[in-house]
Structure formats: C-alpha cells, structure tokens
C-alpha cells in the first residue's frame, strides 16, 4: 500500500452537489482525487458499512489494485491529533458509485473530470513559468561572471547564492503562481535619515581616500537623487507603507542606488554601505552575506537588466529572511 502524507502540492477542491445539500473537501494529487471513506459514504449518502464493503469485493474480484488505487493521509481530527487515513482515488469511487446506482457517482466523475483537467492545465502553464523564471535567474548568473570576469570567491559565491534561492521547488512555484509569500516581519523599522546616509558616505570617503582609492567625484550626489529614493522607500498608500517590510525596504535602498546612479562616483560602494547600515538599524541578522556575498550581490544587481528587478528583490529578500 502506498503510504504518504498530504504534501506541500497537493490541492483542496470544494465539490457540491447540484442540489447544494453536501458539500465535501477533495484532495487533489497525483493527477488524480482523493476521499476518505466517511467521505465516500457521505458523497453517495449510504453507511459506511455498506460502502466497506463494496471497497472489499472490488479488492476481492481483482478489479483494482490495491496499492494503486488506495494512499494514507495525514489528517487532523476534531480531538487536534493528527492520523493516518486512508483515502481512495477517483477509480475506485467511480467503481463504488456504479455499484451503490447513485446518480451523484456520475455528477462526481463529471466534476472530477473537469477539476482535473483544469488543474493538469493551470500546472502545466505554472511549470512553463517555473522553468522561463529559473533560466533568466541563471542567466543573469552566467551574465554576471563572464562580464565580470570572475573565476574567484566572488563567483563561487553568486552560484551558491542562487542555489540558496533556488533550493525548493516548492519556493519557486510560489514565486511564479504570484503567492512569494515572503513573511512580513514585526521588526520595528528605523528610517535611515539622510543626515544619517550622508555622514556615513562621508567617513567611507575619507578612508578609501587614505588609500588613494576614491576619485573627485566620489559621493558627489546629483540632484538630490539620494534624498528623493529614501523619501520614496518611506511612502505610503492610504496611510499603508508601499514597501510592508523592513527587508523589502533594504532590498530596494540596494537596488535603487545601485540602478539610479545617484551619484556621480562610487554608487555601489555607497549602496553596499546604506544597505548594511539600514539592516543594522533594523535589527536585520546579515550572517547570511558576508564580505564577499555582499560583493557578489552588488556585481549581480549592477549586471540584472530592468525585467529582472523582481527576481532580483526578491533574491535579496530571501537572503534576509
């Protein structure tokens, strides 16, 4: 008998009757649905007994195969324990409503029919998207180290980086069903002030200029450019935050610094440091980006192009998180 638990895939489709008096959670998966005996006997409205049996003598005649057509799943009861069940797939509740005669056995593997293919389509079209989103996410590595010319740790660590992001299936099927369910934290965030912003650059400038490292224009602002994207990461909307977490502010300071040019030199150096400060003042654990991560993270959002903003972001959210 095939043993398994619900998995993280699986899908709870509600089936009602045409006359709307029963309704009943179905599980999808594995191509196909399943129900519980209770659920089977309440579909067709007949004692469990009764179904019992008919589950015997379709086993006993050798019309279906057991391990085939039957799964444990666990289920949670109304004591708040969770048990193995065993649930019976669509075969063998069409074998049971031919032989209990019930008109609803028919109106069921309609639905299911329907269900069924509509969930083959829409996973389909979900794998599609996987698959486009995982190669520009890839792409964008490969981009990144050829035009860069990086064959040392800085490299090593993009690739790990978008192992760490692509570890699951599970989170990028999130991602492409619209559903990147990323936490929003309960962090107190600090707003990074530009008095703040401005006298951190200034220090980075006057150490790398002990080094010889800076040039003139180092940390020379245009425009304003600077003020304008931290009052932009602090708006709101009716009075909500436009961006709702402390992470997904941190991740555009980076990504807007480094895009917007708001300087005239040095613009990635800057982003590096507002974004490790802003996560300092949020309390944000940073054990993930070290050093050269933070470097790789910056060469990768320089390289990304403008339709790869959202992976991006969602790239560096993930690291935080």
Not at 183 to 205: D, F, G, R, V, W
Not at 244 to 269: M, Q, T, V, W
């Amino acid at each position: 008998m095939n043993n398994k638990t619900l998995a993280h895939d699986s899908t709870i489709a509600i089936y009602q009757t045409d006359d709307g008096l029963l309704t009943v959670d179905v599980c999808i998966e594995g191509e196909t649905v399943w129900l519980s005996l209770n659920q089977i006997a309440e579909l067709f409205g007949r004692n469990k007994s009764v179904i019992s049996k008919h589950l015997k003598n379709i086993f006993s005649s050798e019309e279906l195969a057991r391990n085939s057509v039957v799964a444990k799943f666990a289920t949670t009861a109304a004591d708040g324990k969770t048990y193995q069940v065993e649930h019976y797939n669509l075969d063998m509740i069409i074998s049971v409503g031919y032989r209990v005669n019930s008109k609803r056995g028919i109106q069921f593997r309609q639905w299911a029919s329907r269900v069924l293919k509509e969930y083959l389509i829409q996973g389909y079209t979900v794998n599609q998207t996987t698959i486009y989103h995982l190669q520009q996410t890839v792409n964008l590595l490969s981009d990144t180290l050829i035009k860069e010319n990086l064959v040392d740790n800085t490299g090593g660590y993009i690739l790990q980086i978008i192992q760490e992001y692509a570890k699951t299936w599970d989170t990028l099927l999130r991602y492409d069903e619209k559903r990147f369910d990323l936490p929003i934290t309960s962090k107190l965030h600090i707003a990074l002030s530009y008095e703040t912003a401005l006298e951190a650059i200034q220090n980075l400038k006057e150490d790398i200029q002990g080094k010889g490292e800076n040039t003139t224009f180092f940390g020379q602002e245009r425009h304003d450019a600077l003020q304008a994207i931290l009052g932009n990461l602090e708006q709101t909307f009716d009075g909500i935050p436009v961006y709702s977490s402390c992470e997904e502010r941190a991740a555009h300071l980076l990504y807007f610094i480094i895009k917007d040019h708001p300087f005239n030199d040095g613009n990635k150096r800057i982003a590096s440091l507002l974004f490790l400060i802003q996560l300092k003042q949020d309390k944000i654990n940073t054990q993930k980006i070290n050093d050269v991560g933070l470097t790789a993270l910056t060469l990768l959002m320089a390289q990304s192009s403008p339709q790869q903003k959202e992976i991006t972001i969602q790239l560096i959210m993930s690291l935080l998180l």
